[in-house]
């Protein structure tokens, strides 16, 4: 979990972006391990993303007025 919030802050704050696709490969493992993964990104990962202010959705000022 710690290596994914790293990974997703860095694309965060270069990119701005606020939505993530996330895509689980799963080729090499087994069962168990693709559904720890799988429960981990759900119990530890999604909840920051959902409620971290850091990972908030960036508004610009053009976005601003825009919707003005």
Not at 1 to 20: D, V
Not at 44 to 51: D, E, F, G, S, T
Request: charged share 20%.
């Amino acid at each position: 979990p710690a290596q994914a919030l790293e990974k997703l802050r860095y694309i965060h704050q270069l990119t701005g972006a606020s939505e993530f696709l996330g895509q689980f490969s799963i080729g090499g493992l087994s069962f168990e391990n693709t559904r720890r993964s799988v429960r981990l990104f759900a119990e530890k990962v999604a909840p920051v993303l959902k409620n971290d202010p850091a990972f908030a959705p960036r508004i610009t000022e053009d976005a601003q007025a825009a919707s003005a």
